[in-house]
């Protein structure tokens, strides 16, 4: 059973930062990519940015394209975000997902309420 934690959200005032890691367990682990989505209410769950756990290599929503940056620890299966220059309208609940193999996130955390208050 694959297991993801997400920590780190919170409440900021727009303009701030925040940090948001996820936390990856499982026996026989295999990462392809993870990814970060958001669903604020009453809305549809929108992607927010993935990276490639073996070449690192990211892409962004344009919403928050230069202001948020995902990266990752291969060694401790951890993935972030870092979101910087927060605006109200980032407020939503934040999810990890990880995909063992391309095209496809099989497995979902329970997600980090992020709310930016204006």
């Known amino acids: 059973q694959v297991q993801l934690v997400e920590s780190g959200g919170g409440l900021v005032q727009a303009g701030g930062s925040l940090r948001l890691s996820c936390a990856a367990s499982g026996r026989t682990l295999s990462i392809y990519r993870m990814g970060w989505f958001r669903q604020a209410p009453g809305k549809e769950r929108e992607f927010v940015a993935q990276?490639?756990?073996?070449?690192?290599?990211?892409y962004y929503a344009d919403s928050v394209k230069g202001r948020f940056t995902i990266s990752r620890d291969n060694a401790k299966k951890t993935l972030y975000l870092q979101m910087n220059n927060l605006k109200p309208e980032d407020t939503a609940h934040y999810y990890c997902a990880l995909g063992p193999v391309p095209a496809r996130y099989d497995y979902w955390g329970q997600g980090t309420q992020v709310t930016v208050s204006s």
């Open positions: 990276i490639s756990w073996i070449s690192g290599s990211t």
